[in-house]
């Protein structure tokens, strides 16, 4: 059998095309062994190979270039292109088009589409010739088509200007099959080959036998080579060329904490879930996005509430286990008081997290009890086991450690704050006596599994995408930064740098990431994490997906984020410093400057108590905070101390000092960098507003300035480009999973054509926008690939954020909303609409609301409050994180006369079209 490869791509020189895959001729997907096609001109590439058997066949294959400069290979877009050959054929042409990695389209075959809103279960595969059936020689052409976006109802079809293709009668259009959705085929003998075929793909109802539209543009053209007897010619198309534009969708945002049901204990489960893709149905809404979910049990103090701080990125969080679904105690007494919390729990206003824990980890040890022979013995938990096993004994042993000593600080574990496999192995032995304390975590997390299991495979079958959350950093005394603490700066601590939200920055208290060890083996830790995700979900965030092209790193020993620094960077030498204009002195440029008269304006009437507790004086008028104070931690530890025995007003008076200091330790230019030896400097972020920089000559202010703009802004943007592109590639072929970024805040240049290279989908919010030269974003300017939102989690809702700056409302109302005179006091339901109406008509992919801000068009159905809607409080590294859903779910399913309203909207808009 003869085998021929044609596929079209210019190329530039030095780059050549080679064709990758299952057979030997192809190299086995050994890359060195593939085979060169041959440049034929006009972009035209062809390639011959002969095989020896004439059996049927199947195998894969993948186009990828190779750059002869710098032995680099590029491979085309998607999963590995299917053939099937039938047996007897003599000859084989395969006519394929490039599949680029940068098309808007891409994201239509991740498994958000493919496997839930799109999905197409394949057709039987045609029926295999038997040896005794004569082979009947036939000269085919099959035609090819991938084409994702086929609503479940329609399948694709296919006109021509040939007998075999219908003659462009509507009535006779071919029918094509998908074996390997998004693939569409049809094999055909054409009547007359030889001459120029014209032909069109449509969307076709078999339900009604009609064709709901034809793809746009010019007919498709196809000179076919003379074929000879017994040959097969497959002409595979790339895109179907939609008539009305690009597919478009809407979603909802709630973090799991917050749903409350009827039957709910205080706080939202995985088993609502299952309420609430029912009431997105109802609605219109394609999408579910959550907060993260992962098991945040470190002080079993409502400070765990905190999502972001994970103690595993692989196990899920007790709190969202439904009790039901474990069973009734046995104990019937203790059942009947666990349901007598449950109804004073679930009357709360806010989620109670220690109330709720306490009621809910009592019921985990008794149910565990009650049916442990049964479950340990379990046919599915056991092959649970084996699965995650991996994660799940460390995991189980760091839970039962950490109730043991009362600490989840591994470094007070005594034998046991080092990790190793055979200490593992020693408290997860199953015949050890406290192996019961380790198997109730494996009981709990089996149960959490299966509820989120059974939800996500309910959204998929009502086609509605789950959509989950990558917090960007990992607890510093995690599961994961005890097995492999050399993956981590465990001393250092990664945030954001100072914004409109928090004017002294952000400290997450996470460690950063040693990029450097995880490359070692291509990102392992990450792609493990991603598949472990891809169980439950069909796309996901990536929280602060800046940090993959640079970090904002804080020391240990600060507290505030505006001490960080961006890691990696292109520290500031001396030397460079100099040749700029800068007459460098560390002193005075490096250590807090601190005179009288700048006390006075920082700490005002407490400034001689400052200097008599904090301070020493080396000059006249110049002070130095004393060994003890040096640093901000020491001065957060000072206080600390100070009020544990302190009455209100002292620790009132205490807060206003200790925040007086820590401006003070901030009162530098510049940071020394990491690992420089004092040789290297990165310049303080807003130091225009220190007190050092107000002392300092005009030209000295003018030289630091430019070096400002252009560090921050300029310096750094190939190099952080390339540190992104070693590792996002990595992390985004993890899984098919739909892939989003949240790329707010101080955004280098370099990051959105680098997420637009990747396919990975940006986030759009309406008051921060991407244009630093606009107050307000538009809807209507978004790009396609990108996720837009009135609000997120982490700020106030539409209708609090009305009530906060009157003045930027106003612009806002006359602006943006195109209305003219006074904005109205209150956020009243019409303006709320007006601005999910505005998002509705976005040209982007995906828009997503908080399901707060939805609500808000109903006076009937919003909350009352406005400032009780909003989840977190960046600027409040305390924050309790409580909020919950005023209404149950099932009454906002019974809001008919609300939930038509809005499914109209969404399909009007056009976002909820089936093709």
């Known amino acids: 059998m003869k085998l021929s490869f044609q596929i079209h791509y210019h190329t530039i020189w030095g780059q050549a095309v080679y064709v990758c895959g299952s057979l030997p001729e192809l190299g086995n997907w050994e890359n060195a062994k593939a085979f060169r096609l041959s440049s034929q001109g006009g972009g035209i590439w062809k390639g011959e190979i002969d095989i020896s058997e004439h059996k049927e066949l199947n195998f894969e294959y993948k186009y990828f270039l190779f750059e002869e400069n710098n032995q680099n290979r590029i491979w085309e877009f998607?999963?590995?292109?299917?053939?099937?050959?039938?047996?007897?054929?003599?000859?084989?042409?395969?006519?394929?088009?490039?599949?680029?990695?940068?098309?808007?389209?891409?994201?239509?075959?991740?498994?958000?589409?493919?496997?839930?809103?799109?999905?197409?279960?394949?057709?039987?595969?045609?029926?295999?010739?038997?040896?005794?059936?004569?082979?009947?020689?036939?000269?085919?052409?099959?035609?090819?088509?991938?084409?994702?976006?086929?609503?479940?109802?329609?399948?694709?079809?296919?006109?021509?200007?040939?007998?075999?293709?219908?003659?462009?009668?509507?009535?006779?259009?071919?029918?094509?099959?998908?074996?390997?959705?998004?693939?569409?085929?049809?094999?055909?003998?054409?009547?007359?080959?030889?001459?120029?075929?014209?032909?069109?793909?449509?969307?076709y109802d078999p339900e009604t036998q009609t064709i709901k539209t034809w793809e746009e543009g010019d007919n498709r053209v196809l000179t076919l080579p003379d074929l000879a007897e017994n040959s097969l010619y497959i002409k595979t198309d790339r895109k179907f060329r939609y008539p009305l534009g690009n597919w478009k969708?809407?979603?909802?945002?709630?973090?799991?904490?917050?749903?409350?049901?009827?039957?709910?204990?205080?706080?939202?489960?995985?088993?609502?879930?299952?309420?609430?893709v029912d009431w997105a149905v109802k609605t219109g809404m394609k999408m579910i996005q959550i907060l993260p979910i992962n098991d945040t049990v470190a002080t079993h103090t409502w400070k765990d509430s905190y999502p972001y701080a994970a103690i595993s990125v692989f196990a899920l969080h007790p709190i969202y286990l439904n009790l039901q679904g474990i069973g009734n105690l046995s104990a019937s007494l203790t059942q009947e008081i666990i349901d007598e919390q449950r109804g004073w729990l679930n009357d709360k206003e806010t989620v109670d997290y220690e109330g709720v824990m306490r009621i809910k980890s009592r019921f985990f040890k008794l149910a565990y009890d009650e049916q442990r022979n049964s479950f340990l013995k379990e046919k599915e938990f056991q092959t649970f086991f084996e699965?995650?096993?991996?994660?799940?004994?460390?995991?189980?042993?760091?839970?039962?450690?950490?109730?043991?000593?009362?600490?989840?600080?591994?470094?007070?574990?005594?034998?046991?704050?080092?990790?190793?496999?055979?200490?593992?192995?020693?408290?997860?032995?199953?015949?050890?006596?406290?192996?019961d304390d380790i198997a109730v975590h494996y009981f709990i997390q089996y149960h959490l599994h299966r509820q989120l299991l059974d939800a996500y495979t309910y959204a998929q079958e009502k086609q509605v995408v789950l959509k989950g959350?990558?917090?960007?950093?990992?607890?510093?005394y995690s599961v994961d930064a005890w097995v492999s603490p050399e993956l981590y700066n465990l001393e250092s601590q990664a945030g954001a740098p100072p914004d409109d939200f928090a004017a002294t920055g952000q400290n997450w208290k996470f460690p950063t990431y040693n990029w450097g060890v995880m490359a070692q083996d291509n990102y392992a830790w990450w792609r493990q994490r991603l598949a472990h995700l891809s169980r439950y979900f069909d796309a996901f965030r990536i929280d602060h997906i800046l940090g993959f092209f640079r970090i904002w790193e804080i020391d240990?020993?600060?507290?505030?984020?505006?001490?960080?620094?961006?890691?990696?960077?292109?520290?500031?030498?001396?030397?460079?410093?100099?040749?700029?204009?800068?007459?460098?002195?560390?002193?005075?440029?490096?250590?807090?400057?601190?005179?009288?008269?700048?006390?006075?304006?920082?700490?005002?009437?407490?400034?001689?108590?400052?200097?008599?507790?904090?301070?020493?004086?080396?000059?006249?008028?110049?002070?130095?905070?004393?060994?003890?104070?040096?640093?901000?931690?020491?001065?957060?530890?000072?206080?600390?101390?100070?009020?544990?025995e302190a009455g209100i007003e002292q620790i009132a008076r205490n807060m206003r000092l200790k925040e007086g200091l820590f401006r003070l330790a901030a009162e530098v230019i510049f940071?020394?960098?990491?690992?420089?030896?004092?040789?290297?400097?990165?310049?303080?972020?807003?130091?225009?507003?220190?007190?050092?920089?107000?002392?300092?000559?005009?030209?000295?202010?003018?030289?630091?300035?430019?070096?400002?703009i252009d560090y921050f802004y300029k310096r750094h943007e190939i190099f952080w480009?390339?540190?992104?592109?070693?590792?996002?590639?990595?992390?985004?072929?993890?899984?098919?999973?739909?892939?989003?970024?949240?790329?707010?805040?101080?955004?280098?240049?370099?990051?959105?054509?680098?997420?637009?290279?990747?396919?990975?989908?940006?986030?759009?919010?309406?008051?921060?926008?991407?244009?630093?030269?606009?107050?307000?974003?538009?809807?209507?300017?978004?790009?396609?690939?990108?996720?837009?939102?009135?609000?997120?989690?982490?700020?106030?809702?539409?209708r609090g954020w009305w009530e906060e700056d009157k003045a930027q409302i106003q612009k806002f109302y006359n602006q943006i909303m195109g209305h003219g005179g006074q904005a109205p006091y209150f956020c009243e339901a019409w303006i709320?609409?007006?601005?999910?109406?505005?998002?509705?008509?976005?040209?982007?992919?995906?828009?997503?609301?908080?399901?707060?801000?939805?609500l808000g068009m109903d006076t009937k159905l919003r909350r009352e409050n406005a400032k009780a809607e909003q989840i977190n409080v960046p600027a409040n590294p305390n924050h309790y994180w409580r909020y919950r859903l005023h209404l149950n779910i099932e009454d906002l399913l019974a809001a008919e006369d609300f939930n038509t309203d809005l499914a109209e909207l969404v399909a009007h808009s056009g976002r909820s079209a089936e093709y």
């Open 832 to 854: 709320v609409r007006e601005i999910i109406v505005q998002h509705l008509y976005s040209p982007c992919m995906w828009v997503v609301f908080p399901i707060q801000d939805l």
């Open 78 to 203: 998607g999963e590995n292109r299917k053939a099937r050959i039938p047996k007897n054929i003599d000859k084989v042409a395969l006519h394929d088009h490039w599949s680029p990695l940068q098309d808007e389209e891409n994201a239509l075959f991740t498994s958000a589409f493919t496997e839930v809103l799109l999905k197409h279960n394949p057709d039987p595969l045609p029926k295999k010739t038997t040896s005794k059936e004569k082979e009947e020689k036939t000269t085919k052409v099959r035609f090819q088509i991938l084409a994702p976006r086929v609503g479940v109802k329609y399948r694709v079809c296919l006109l021509g200007n040939d007998e075999a293709l219908g003659n462009w009668d509507t009535k006779k259009a071919v029918q094509l099959k998908t074996y390997h959705f998004p693939l569409w085929e049809a094999e055909v003998e054409l009547k007359n080959p030889n001459q120029v075929i014209n032909y069109k793909y449509g969307i």
């Open 469 to 476: 959350d990558i917090p960007i950093g990992i607890f510093r």
């Open 249 to 276: 969708g809407a979603g909802l945002a709630i973090p799991v904490f917050a749903l409350r049901s009827r039957n709910g204990l205080g706080v939202g489960e995985f088993t609502d879930l299952k309420l609430l």
């Open 671 to 708: 940071l020394e960098a990491p690992f420089s030896n004092g040789e290297a400097f990165n310049p303080r972020h807003t130091f225009q507003k220190t007190q050092s920089y107000q002392y300092l000559s005009e030209s000295a202010k003018q030289i630091l300035n430019d070096l400002y």
């Open 387 to 435: 699965e995650n096993k991996t994660w799940l004994k460390p995991y189980a042993a760091f839970s039962y450690l950490r109730d043991l000593y009362g600490t989840y600080n591994y470094e007070k574990w005594g034998r046991f704050a080092k990790y190793t496999p055979e200490m593992i192995e020693e408290v997860t032995n199953p015949k050890g006596s406290q192996y």
């Open 721 to 798: 480009k390339e540190q992104a592109m070693t590792k996002l590639p990595a992390i985004t072929k993890a899984t098919n999973m739909l892939v989003c970024g949240e790329d707010l805040g101080m955004v280098p240049d370099c990051v959105p054509p680098t997420m637009e290279e990747l396919g990975i989908l940006s986030l759009n919010i309406q008051r921060m926008p991407k244009d630093p030269k606009r107050e307000f974003g538009h809807p209507a300017d978004y790009p396609y690939l990108s996720v837009g939102t009135p609000s997120s989690h982490d700020m106030s809702t539409i």
């Open 556 to 644: 240990g020993n600060a507290v505030e984020g505006i001490l960080g620094q961006f890691n990696p960077s292109m520290a500031l030498g001396k030397s460079e410093l100099t040749n700029r204009g800068i007459q460098f002195d560390y002193e005075r440029f490096c250590e807090p400057f601190i005179r009288r008269h700048t006390l006075r304006n920082i700490v005002g009437e407490e400034t001689d108590y400052v200097i008599s507790t904090f301070l020493n004086e080396p000059r006249s008028g110049h002070y130095k905070f004393r060994p003890e104070f040096k640093t901000q931690k020491l001065i957060e530890a000072y206080f600390e101390k100070q009020n544990e």
